[in-house]
């Protein structure tokens, strides 16, 4: 099917931010997930509003559906494009944050749940196969920081 300008002026563009949470207890990598009040098993995010920069919307998104505070690392930066519903097209930027204070509290509107999981547990726990991508590539990225 040929793509001309006509149908490009009705595809709505989105964007979100977030982040891979994690804290190290006892020498192990636990990541922040939150469980949406739909059910699904995801990172903390949100979409940008105003002006905002891609990291003070992470930052903001994390705080107001975890409670938790972090410090973004932007030296990783991946972005999940997908189509959360016709003539829309998403794109999440997602980074590497480590948890400052993790006195956590779910978003009511959104959040059902927050959890700290290993990393294995968060692989089955996740709902998307994208997600489990990126938390792959975050925790690979994670390690070599930490034993650097």
């Keep these: 099917m040929k793509v001309g300008d006509d149908m490009n002026e009705s595809i709505i563009k989105e964007k979100s931010c977030g982040a891979i949470c994690y804290k190290i207890i006892d020498n192990k990598i636990y990541y922040l997930l939150i469980k949406q009040n739909k059910g699904h098993v995801t990172f903390p995010k949100g979409h940008v509003e105003n002006n905002e920069n891609e990291i003070d919307t992470a930052l903001r998104e994390i705080k107001e559906e975890t409670n938790a505070v972090v410090e973004i690392d932007t030296n990783f930066r991946e972005v999940s494009t997908y189509s959360p519903k016709n003539n829309v097209v998403k794109d999440v930027i997602f980074f590497v944050a ?10 009511d509107e959104e959040v059902r749940e927050v959890y700290l999981k290993s990393y294995d547990e968060a692989q089955k726990l996740l709902t998307y196969n994208r997600d489990k991508e990126i938390l792959n590539d975050a925790n ?9």
């Design 98 to 107: 480590k948890i400052i204070e993790d006195n956590f509290n779910p978003q």
């Design 140 to 148: 690979i990225y994670i390690i070599k920081k930490i034993i650097k």
